[in-house]
């Protein structure tokens, strides 16, 4: 599976043809953090064309391979979590349920 990070994107918006040979056959995704990025950007500017295309483009790459998206703050938190060895999450948001399909972290929920 190869990440396609925020410069990437841009390029493959802008048809630069590199970037469509690198990724010919090839299983993709992205973070929230990149969506993020892209999209105040398209915000900032109000380029409708670039926020269609993006959110085209998204919502095909899903986030999390299991085909749901989740809550983009609830994805950052495991993800601190993970990088700083946290093992447990305690929520009473059922929706960590499907993260914990996906990370190595287990969800307490209450």
Do not use: P, W
């Not at 380029?47 to 749901?68: N, W």
């Not at 998206?69 to 990088?83: K, R, S, T, W």
């Amino acid at each position: 599976m190869m990440l396609l990070d925020t410069s990437f994107l841009i390029d493959y918006f802008k048809g630069v043809q590199e970037t469509k040979n690198l990724i010919t056959g090839e299983e993709v995704c992205t973070t929230v953090i990149n969506y993020h990025e892209i999209m105040a950007g398209v915000k900032r500017i109000r380029a409708r064309r670039e926020e269609s295309f993006f959110r085209r483009l998204f919502s095909r790459i899903k986030l999390v391979m299991i085909g749901r998206e989740i809550n983009a703050f609830d994805v950052l938190i495991a993800g601190i979590a993970l990088a700083n060895g946290v093992e447990k999450i305690v929520t009473r948001d059922i929706r960590f349920a499907e993260i914990e399909k996906v990370a190595e972290i287990k969800v307490i929920t209450y």
